[in-house]
């Protein structure tokens, strides 16, 4: 059974920084695109930047380019979100996501419903 487990979410001041981790088991995880998107409350989930299995290219949305930075480690099963200079409208929920298929010659996704596997999410708070 396919399970994927984020981690390293908490409370920061504006300006600072965090790393997330995803861990992945039960799937064929270096095959697979993954995603990192965010919920906030009262509103819908947003993406946030995504990673290819096949080169490790990775995109960002335009509010969050340029301070994070998605990366991924085929032999651990796990991918990363580092977050830096955050601020208070980064505050969310952070999920990581797996693509259904592997091996899918589709670059990653930015839109949800392209993703089969998800995790719990983690909070990250950020104070002004």
């Known amino acids: 059974q396919a399970h994927l487990v984020e981690s390293g979410g908490g409370l920061v001041q504006a300006g600072g920084s965090l790393r997330l981790s995803c861990a992945a088991s039960?799937?064929?995880?270096?095959?697979?695109?993954m995603g990192w998107f965010r919920q906030a409350a009262g509103k819908e989930r947003e993406f946030v930047g995504c990673?290819?299995?096949?080169?490790?290219?990775?995109y960002y949305s335009d509010s969050v380019n340029g301070r994070f930075t998605i990366s991924r480690d085929n032999a651990k099963n796990t991918m990363s979100l580092q977050m830096n200079s955050l601020n208070p409208e980064d505050t969310a929920a952070y999920y990581c996501?797996?693509?259904?298929?592997?091996?899918?010659?589709?670059?990653?996704?930015?839109?949800?419903?392209?993703?089969?596997?998800w995790g719990q999410g983690t909070q990250v708070t950020v104070s002004s």
């Open positions: 990673i290819n299995w096949r080169d490790t290219s990775a």
């Open positions: 039960g799937l064929t995880f270096s095959g697979r695109n």
């Open positions: 996501a797996a693509g259904p298929q592997i091996y899918s010659f589709d670059i990653c996704s930015r839109s949800d419903t392209e993703y089969g596997y």
